[in-house]
């Protein structure tokens, strides 16, 4: 694994000038993104900010990143479990200063880690379910470990972009969700391997949690985007 992207959060961590990460996507379309990783609460999009007083007890972090969001839970009380499968991501949140961050994928969590009061997927990470199949099957998974998640997405279906739309078409025409996204990130002359990336409006969640022992209690909306949910 080349870890483009936990090699870009080293480099802002260690003062370089980095113009941030390219996002590929599987048509070929790309966008370049500048980081916004280390962003303190303040900055953060609403919607994220307003859902943080729904996060009770112990936390596990999924795809922590440089550790923003565990470390403005730290600062709260909470026990905080952060975890991302990038090795860098994970060098650059222990350093940062989270407390207990590992090095998993999010496919590899089990009752092995312990309870947790809630489960946080913050920057568009309940992308992280992947698809409709994926996605239920491991909400199943999660039931016993959790009593809430706490996610945020963004409705695709908001873009008025050519090229994301035909995209969405083409998933449609596979069989597939219109948001789900097959994605690999570069950097510099880094490049990591492809994964796929789900986004969902709140009727498309709401669809796919069907059945898996979760509900959408409440959303919050954001000024753009994204949107929280509190699935219980």
């Not at 370049?32 to 609403?46: D, G, H, I, M, S």
């Not at 994970?90 to 496919?107: K, L, N, W």
């Not at 099957?137 to 739309?165: C, G, N, Q, W, Y």
Request: net charge neutral.
């Amino acid at each position: 694994m080349q870890d483009a992207f936990g090699s870009m959060l080293l480099d802002v961590l260690d003062g370089r000038d980095v113009d941030g990460e390219v996002i590929e996507r599987d048509d070929g379309f790309i966008e370049p993104l500048r980081e916004t990783y280390f962003a303190p609460v303040r900055r953060w999009p609403a919607a994220e900010r307003r859902a943080l007083r729904w996060v009770g007890g112990r936390v596990l972090d999924v795809g922590c990143g440089p550790g923003r969001v565990s470390l403005e839970l730290q600062a709260r009380g909470h026990e905080v479990v952060a975890i991302d499968p990038s090795p860098g991501a994970v060098a650059v949140a222990r350093r940062r200063g989270v407390r207990d961050v590992r090095q998993m994928r999010f496919e590899d969590v089990d009752a092995s880690l312990g309870p947790f009061g809630t489960i946080v997927f913050y920057g568009n990470n309940f992308g992280l379910f992947s698809s409709r199949a994926k996605g239920r099957r491991l909400l199943k998974e999660m039931r016993p470990l959790t009593d809430r998640i706490v996610a945020s997405s963004t409705d695709p279906h908001t873009t008025e972009d050519p090229a994301h739309l035909a995209y969405q078409e083409r998933n449609r025409r596979r069989g597939r969700m219109a948001g789900q996204l097959r994605l690999r990130v570069r950097y510099r002359n880094l490049v990591d391997p492809w994964f796929d990336y789900l986004l969902v409006s709140p009727s498309e969640m709401e669809e796919l949690i069907e059945g898996t022992g979760w509900r959408i209690d409440r959303i919050v909306e954001g000024d753009l985007h994204p949107y929280v949910a509190l699935l219980t």
